[in-house]
């Protein structure tokens, strides 16, 4: 299965994917008719589609960045299915933009998308709706630098134009206002093809936190120690990574404890984390590096872990390990202790491929 959309200058490039599942869930899921009185997500993804491509700027794009952008197109509004609702009369669907970015990786993965690509597409759809309200934040600068850090903000702002043009609404003009004061201030930022510059990764990490307001300059450094963190699937590599590549560091591996106590990945995992995270604070009170082997694979598990890391003052490298679903699912099968099918499953639903914004550095071993 190709992930290259073949008709990708076509104004009907959405129709290559009938049939999908994902493309089909699509028809018949409301909307809001304040906002889209052109009826259901299948047709609003199908208009958005077609003025995308008659859009000058999409038009004068290289190949492989109209795929990018066709294929972000395609799948913005992909979880509404799963995440609408109604409330007081009114139709909402709260979390769609993070929750379609994790099925868009999915649904990538399974067609062999390069990761570079594919990872650019679900930050498109992650950061789709941002652009409309980013400004009003009480940090602007530091959203668009982070999505800059993601995506091209020149691609999120064409996918926002074309968002906007493929519906029907009565505030079109002041939403295509506000992408246009989001494409200004990227601009401003110098970060509107480029990532944003940070002085040093100690400032970006911090910067992003909140702790550090700018990132032109450095702050002092007084680590007291180091820990490498991996983070992706069962089956993936990283017991490879840490064994053929990683440094000679004490190693706490939630699978060994998992082994100890007689625990399946599908039972309650509370003991499993609490003697992890007691063996990583004696490692980290005393100064010690380590590396912390888990899945790992969703944002906010990380965060968790990362800001006990970094209350004791360590330099945290993440390293994210990747392979083809085939390949992981022969090296799932060889592994002495196999994941049941059902917690990689549930896996696959939060799967949340870690970025520059959560730690000091960011390491991807990708095959």
Request: proline share 5%; charged share 30%; with cysteine.
């Amino acid at each position: 299965m190709s992930w290259q959309i073949q008709g990708v200058d076509s104004p009907l490039f959405c129709d290559e994917f009938r049939g999908e599942e994902w493309m089909e869930s699509m028809r018949g899921c409301a909307q809001d008719p304040v906002h889209h009185a052109e009826g259901d997500v299948f047709t609003h993804v199908r208009m958005v589609c077609s003025a995308l491509t008659q859009l000058e700027e999409f038009q004068a794009l290289p190949t492989l960045s109209k795929q990018v952008l066709a294929w972000a197109a395609l799948l913005h509004d992909v979880a509404k299915p799963t995440c609408t609702m109604t409330e007081e009369g009114r139709i909402k669907s709260p979390g769609h933009a993070s929750r379609g970015a994790r099925a868009a990786r999915r649904i990538l993965w399974f067609r062999n998308c390069p990761f570079h690509l594919r990872e650019e597409i679900c930050a498109l759809v992650r950061y789709h709706m941002k652009v409309f309200w980013a400004l009003e934040q009480d940090s602007p600068e530091r959203i668009v630098r982070e999505i800059s850090l993601n995506c091209r903000c020149r691609d999120l702002a064409l996918l926002a134009q074309a968002d906007v043009l493929g519906r029907e609404c009565s505030d079109r003009e002041e939403l295509l206002d506000k992408v246009e004061l989001f494409r200004q201030l990227a601009e401003e930022l110098q970060c509107v093809n480029v990532p944003a510059r940070f002085a040093s990764e100690s400032s970006r990490y911090l910067y992003f936190q909140g702790k550090w307001h700018n990132p032109e300059l450095e702050p002092h450094d007084d680590f007291r120690c180091e820990v490498i963190m991996m983070s992706g699937l069962p089956g993936m590599g990283k017991d490879t990574w840490v064994r053929r590549q990683g440094p000679c560091w004490p190693v706490i591996s939630l699978d060994g404890i998992r082994e100890e106590l007689g625990i399946s990945p599908l039972g309650k995992q509370g003991k499993v984390l609490e003697i992890a995270r007691l063996r990583a604070r004696e490692h980290l009170r005393r100064g010690e590096s380590f590396i912390w082997n888990a899945t790992n694979v969703s944002r906010a598990i990380r965060r968790k872990v990362l800001s006990l890391f970094f209350d004791y003052k360590a330099r945290v490298r993440i390293v994210y390990v990747e392979t083809s679903p085939e390949v992981m699912e022969r090296q799932g099968r060889s592994r002495e202790r196999s994941v049941p099918a059902r917690a990689v499953e549930r896996m696959l639903e939060k799967w949340e491929v870690p970025n520059l914004t959560e730690a000091h550095r960011m390491d991807y071993h990708v095959s």
